[in-house]
């Protein structure tokens, strides 16, 4: 399903990205874009204020779910020794999202754009922009849409396009970094992050494919304008990727704060009744149904439901689906993702799956059970990244969400949805880290 | 006055599990044999145990870090020796266990 290029164009919400899109198919060159856009300021090796000023002013927050004050950080790297570096990061390792792809095969010039910005913002000297390079569609448009420019526009500075092997811990920013440093693409051990010291050891702002798109709109309409959709911690539109069991997955965009359940409706509404809601994605937490399709599509609405928007994820699961089964094979692809270089990550995520899954078979004792959470306990936080706690967060919004089915699997019963055939299709990951 | 913490390198380490005997005030092993440090300030104390096992760890993957985040590594003539030793930043050593 992420990988499906045909998605269509809903209308959630202004429509602020989304809407530059062509509904054919075809790319945005840079002669309609730059009929909306007015050429990028030449970056230079003083840090632009007035861009970062813009920036906070506007109070956009990353869109790569972690959702840091974006002009927080530009002023944090902009305050860095220089030169430093600008590093796009569109490798959207997280399976159950494709806002970025469609950002990158159908607006490249918006976010090369942003990425020019930010450049000049931080007073940077390069840009590269990582992409999995198993998503050709957005490889090709993204070097098309470079290409274009070379003939129309020359960069100011050089840019490349990097093709990131299709790793989930490769989009953690200190892997990517370490990828573009002519490592693999694992995590490195932090401090140093990687605005004190990235790609070249220099400092290097990392930001979001989308994230960059929204600084270009903002550079163009204003922070101002930027403020009029969300809510005043969290302004602005987000992508979100809607999946499951809707009638058709699809990238919406709506403003912060709309409610979940309405995003769910630009999808065509529920294909079935929904039991529950994956929210953030693979690397996020279940959430009942009701309370998730009532929630607001925002960090401050889905807190206290312990749940977060992420990178913008909805997957939905139906109420006869069994939650417990699809938690399992999540787990068991968090476990083939490790980089296999942190041990609680390696040996703890591969326990964590096989003890899930025979707690989704039915097939434990209660010794397997207390396992299970001991190893929770013992894995959380003990990562040089945080690909074993977002394991962890899953099992455990599972065993709240599913209690019901968590009791009757414990006492050796499986539910009939046990057998039926996954929502949550599940990749398996090539052992490639280069 | 205490503002010490112990870290461990979590991807240097290889669980050779040695801190834990050496510290087990503050260090003991988790199901895989993987040292779990208790994140509080190091009590004056005991802060000769942790340097103990910072020194004694075979995987070079404990730091003592000073509550200000400085990384404890040492001053003087061979601090530059030993910061090419330990590797650290982006390029380090950041090598799967087996």
Redesign the interface.
Known sequence: MAGDGDRTVPAAGPARLLAEIHSDGTWVSLAEHRSRYALPPRPRREPQSRLIDLIEESGLRGRGGAGFPTGRKLRTVSQGRAPRIVVGNGTEGEPASAKDRLLMSRLPHLVIDGALLAAAAVGADRIAVGIDRNNTEAMAAMREALAERAAQEPLPVPFRIGGTPPRYVTGEE?GL??WF?N??G????A??R?FE???A?RPTLVQNVETLAHITQIVHNGADWFREAGTADEPGTALATVSGCVARATVAEAAIGTPIGHVVASAGGSAAPIGAMLLGGFFGTWVAGDAALAAPFSRAGLSPLGASPGAGIMVAIAEDACGLSETARLLAWFAAES??????C???LA?LARGAASLAQATSSVGDIADLQ??AD?IEG???CKHPDGAVRLLRSAAVVFAEDWERHARGETCPGSSAAPTIPVPVPPPIWR | MANHTIVVDSIACVGHGICADLFPEWIRLDSWGYPIIKKELIPPELLVHARWAVANCPALALHLRTQQGESGKPKGAVGHLFRRLVPSGPQGGAKPPG
């Open positions: 200190t970094v370490h440093n490592g693999p694992m995590p490195t051990f401090p140093p990687p010291r990235g790609v050891g980089a296999g270089q942190c041990g609680p390696l040996y703890g326990d001991l190893w013992e003990r990562g040089a």
